[in-house]
């Protein structure tokens, strides 16, 4: 079954020349392709043109900066990712956890980064969704998990995101209006047909990582097999351990909302990790955290793997940091 | 559209008329007649299509033709040398690697992928390195003790 449709490919060796055929209509970014032609497959969108970034120059590499600063190009493959010395461990915990070692030689990180939001009800065959009258996401007027619901709730699945987002990522963007720079956490929205903050024409160029010394971070997921799967629910921690007291700490969770989403955990920092603090934890994940039908497996138990999962990687970073 | 693709295909080089939405994997199949690489699930989570390019494996389903554009292609159809079985082909044969034969192509591809990279994996790093191939047959062991006897 090939639904692919008719499109131009393009692949242009200058920014100015994607971000130009980017703002037009109807044009799509693509990359290492693992993401968008399952879907372009499944017919779930027709692009006129596809712009190929895989010739753009100056960021496909991972560079350290004089200031400790270590900025990855979007088109630097998750293999590259999981392969290099400059990348923190809960990064390359997360990139390591995407699909299976063939994708992760193809995909990239921008692609990862802006993968497209997923719903049991949208990730199906033409005529499977045909059937069902299509959905809020495409094609259709209706959301299937939330029944009356005026948004979509498809969600987002990505495991590298909240990873990157704990240690204070940021991303820098392009554009037809020159270039600008954001935290990561702003690239996205909970919207699940419209999760990205990019502007048509806009490109992802490049994550740039702060230096943190004395934070140790790690990202977890959970899913039905040990490859391939995407996130039931993903959490990456990263926590700075001063004097017996917790003197940093950041949360953030995949697999539960439209988009990857900070866990507001600020109250938690000077106290010492114990049971209380660690149900405070729990109690703000769960705040944060809407976890609904949206994938086979039902949503009590990614919602109680989520809490589980923070407990854990935030009690084992405790450990860690002794 | 179609446009002129050259790109090097079990050491030839090749170039061809070929439609920008066409897949490598139809390319490979239906245009060069290389049928031996597989369509399995069709949407990259099967590895049935694992090929080469470059010397890492690609799923052929989720890759445009022109993605590889000036790229070195591998297919399992490039492994025999002179009529006679590479080491690791042989091996799949003599360990009864292969049962009903659909998934064997691409985790041949897989495991010379690997096997360029690390000449000598241990059983939990073939293990890894095949994790996103599947044979619905099952016959786990014998493929991982198949890249074994490849490596001995």
């Known amino acids: 079954m090939n639904l692919l449709g008719d499109f131009n490919l393009l692949r242009p060796t200058s920014l100015d020349e994607a971000v130009k055929a980017l703002s037009g209509e109807g044009a799509q970014p693509i990359a290492g392709g693992t993401d968008l032609l399952p879907n372009l497959r499944r017919g779930l969108s027709k692009p006129k043109l596809l712009v190929d970034l895989s010739a753009l120059d100056h960021c496909s590499d991972i560079v350290a900066l004089p200031d400790g600063t270590v900025r990855i190009g979007a088109l630097v493959t998750l293999e590259a990712l999981v392969d290099s010395p400059l990348i923190p461990e809960a990064v390359k915990q997360a990139a390591l956890g995407v699909a299976g070692p063939t994708h992760r030689a193809q995909g990239t990180l921008g692609g990862n980064l802006c993968q497209d939001t997923r719903c049991v009800f949208y990730n199906q065959s033409d005529w499977w969704r045909e059937g069902n009258g299509f959905c809020l996401k495409y094609q259709g007027d209706k959301c299937h998990v939330v029944a009356k619901s005026d948004r979509c709730y498809a969600t987002y699945h990505g495991d590298i995101a909240p990873a990157l987002m704990v240690l204070e990522a940021r991303a820098e963007i392009v554009g037809p209006e020159g270039s600008r720079r954001i935290l990561l956490a702003e690239l996205f929205r909970e919207k699940g047909d419209d999760h990205l903050t990019l502007s048509p024409g806009e490109i992802l160029l490049a994550i740039s990582l702060p230096a943190m010394k004395g934070w140790n971070a790690a990202y977890e997921k959970a899913r039905v097999r040990e490859a391939i799967e995407f996130p039931l629910a993903g959490v990456a921690v990263a926590l700075k351990r001063e004097k017996g007291r917790i003197a940093g700490l950041r949360v953030a969770i995949t697999g539960a909302n439209s988009a990857p989403l900070m866990v507001p955990v600020d109250e938690l920092v000077g106290q010492e990790w114990g049971d209380a603090v660690a149900e405070t934890l729990g109690k703000q994940v769960r705040k944060t955290a809407n976890v609904l039908k949206s994938t086979i497996t039902g949503a009590k138990y990614r919602r109680r793997m989520l809490l589980a999962l923070a407990r854990k990687l935030a009690s084992q970073l405790w450990i860690k940091a002794a | ?152």
């Open chain 2, 1 to 152: 559209m179609k446009s002129i693709l050259s790109l090097w295909v079990n050491g030839r080089l090749r170039e061809d008329a070929v439609d920008s939405a066409t897949l490598l994997l139809d390319y490979l199949r239906d245009q060069l007649g290389l049928t031996g690489t597989k369509q399995g699930c069709d949407g990259g989570e099967c590895g049935a299509c694992t090929v080469l390019v470059d010397d890492r494996p690609r799923l052929a389903c989720i890759t445009l033709a022109h993605q590889v554009a000036g790229r070195r292609v591998e297919t399992i159809e490039g492994l025999a040398q002179n009529g006679r079985l590479s080491r690791l082909q042989q091996a799949f044969h003599e360990k009864l690697g292969t049962q009903c034969g659909f998934c064997t192509p691409g985790m041949i591809m897989a495991a010379e992928a690997l096997l360029r990279q690390n000449p000598d994996p241990t059983a939990q790093e073939i293990k890894t390195a095949l994790s996103g191939n599947l044979c619905r047959c099952t016959g786990y062991v014998k493929i991982v003790e198949a890249v074994r006897e490849a490596v001995l």
